[in-house]
């Protein structure tokens, strides 16, 4: 998921609108912003879809005053309506609570239990309902004291944005999953899951929110507090392979120079001796192929055309749909193609759906020889953490052998990342970085049943 907030700004809601547009990669499912006027009241607009499609003018006439929160909601089937739609805005004792999250709560369920045997009523399926009730029944005496109280037993992945009548209040948990940073745009402060929301409303990047910090802005200035107990850094690695955007600067460093790392260290790790092209898969790999081509000094081609009104493929929720899309979604060059052995990289396979119908597509194409190059690692476990990997049977790189792979993906040759090589890509170094998915070593209890509640 996205997260965007704005506080002290007096177009605060249309700020966060513009800002979604920059997270819309980081869920495409639902859209929503909640905006708090100059006497503290609070209204909500979300919808099902794209940001270009969930706020209608009038909708946003409505959105006054000078605090907004927003959300881009990301995840697979099963969880597709509008109840799961963020932010949250709930009403307690004549006052107000709203919650953008990102992330993956991995003791929700029993979270919930509790606060259900408590007499709480929950009107969503989101492991995130859990912090509202909690901030709810939370007695600190500041805005963040309460939010701090509310995430203590609290485990998983967690950046927030929370609204509490008149203070936003952010945190992010201590493992530091996923990115959250800070930004100034004169004397409003802004939030963003990554800076290139920032960019796009002219606010400059001021730092990273740390992992385990929660900071508090109102009338009264900015507080930050270090309440949360704290533990290991596992920042997500696949926001760097995956899952952010080339222009952003994520854990301290660019996501596209930490790709072209990628791709420069998988072509020292697995040359593809005597072949003609490389390309990628537009458009999350296109920076880990110009790495490749750089490294093996091969020419870079745009040998596949992406469609770009057609959305992430894996957000499909059925096979079928998955695979008819993928010939919507992409067509090959063939003058670039044809009678060449040609190098196709791509960022990660998951299900190897896309990867499969590429490959044939390839080969339609006219290929003489089809060598795939993968920056990351295979993906062979499951992620509790707020990327909504498929469960380990839909996982392909879990279920066959290298050779197996090779013979149903219909590929040459195969070659992915080491996780050791993936790591080493990475800013200020290997260390620091939950690889759980590659490696299968999760660095915490994971979830007792993951298929209950649904990610934030
Ligand atoms: P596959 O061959 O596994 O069907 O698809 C691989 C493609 O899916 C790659 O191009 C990769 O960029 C993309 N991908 C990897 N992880 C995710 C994800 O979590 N969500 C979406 N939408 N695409 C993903
Ligand atoms: Fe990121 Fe994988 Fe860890 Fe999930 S399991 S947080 S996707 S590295
Ligand atoms: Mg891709």
């Avoid at 008149?166 to 940073?181: F, K, N, Q, S």
């Avoid at 420069?264 to 790495?291: K, M, T, Y």
């Avoid at 899309?325 to 003058?335: D, L, S």
């Avoid at 990660?348 to 993968?374: F, Y």
């Amino acid at each position: 998921c996205g997260i965007f907030g704005v506080y002290g700004h007096k177009d605060a809601a249309a700020l966060t609108q513009l800002g979604l547009y920059s997270l819309q990669h980081r869920g495409q499912e639902s859209a929503g912003i909640v905006a708090v006027d100059d006497i503290g009241h609070a209204r909500v607009s979300r919808a099902m879809g794209l940001v270009s499609e969930g706020f209608a003018d009038d909708e946003m006439a409505v959105l006054q005053g000078p605090i907004a929160i927003g959300h881009t909601r990301y995840s697979t089937a099963g969880s597709s309506a509008i109840e799961n739609a963020q932010p949250v805005l709930a009403r307690v004792r004549r006052s107000h609570i709203a919650l953008a999250h990102n992330g993956n709560l991995t003791n929700a369920v029993e979270l919930r239990r509790a606060l259900e045997d408590d007499g709480a009523i929950f009107s969503s399926t989101m492991d995130s309902e859990v912090i509202v009730h909690r901030i709810a029944r939370a007695t600190g005496d500041t805005p963040e004291a309460k939010v701090a109280e509310a995430l203590q037993g609290v485990e998983g992945a967690y950046c927030l944005l929370v609204v509490l009548d008149e203070t936003v209040i952010v945190a992010r948990d201590p493992h530091g999953w996923r990115p959250l940073v800070m930004g100034r745009l004169a004397d409003s402060i802004v939030f963003a899951s990554e800076t290139c929301a920032l960019d796009i409303v002219g606010a400059v990047v001021e730092r990273e929110i740390q992992p385990g910090e929660i900071v508090a802005v109102d009338s009264h200035g900015i507080r930050s507090l270090r309440a949360l107990e704290s533990a290991p850094l596992n920042r997500c690695v696949f926001e760097h392979v995956y899952f952010a955007r080339p222009d952003s600067k994520v854990f301290g460093g660019s996501v596209d120079r930490s790709r072209r790392a990628l791709g420069r260290q998988l072509a020292r790790e697995c040359p593809a001796i005597g072949a003609e092209v490389v390309f990628a898969v537009p458009d999350s790999s296109n920076s880990a192929a110009l790495g490749f081509a750089e490294e093996s000094g091969i020419p870079y081609e745009l040998a596949l055309i992406r469609n770009h009104y057609v959305g992430r493929t894996f957000i499909q929720p059925t096979q079928s749909g998955r695979n008819a899309k993928v010939k919507v979604k992409y067509n090959p060059v063939r003058e670039i193609i044809e009678g060449k052995k040609v190098v196709m990289v791509d960022d990660s396979i998951v299900r190897g759906t896309t990867t499969r119908g590429l490959v044939s597509l390839v080969r339609a194409a006219g290929a003489k020889e089809v060598h795939m190059r993968v920056s990351s690692a295979p993906i062979i476990s499951p992620c509790y953490y707020g990327i909504d990997t498929p469960r380990r049977e839909e996982l392909i790189a879990a279920q066959m052998t290298h050779e197996e792979l090779v013979r149903h993906l219909g590929v040459d040759s195969l070659g992915y990342l080491s996780i050791d090589g993936m790591l080493s890509a990475m800013p200020e170094g290997p260390s620091g970085y939950c690889h759980a998915c590659f490696s299968g070593r999760y660095p915490t209890a994971t979830p007792a049943d993951p298929e209950l509640l649904r990610a934030g």
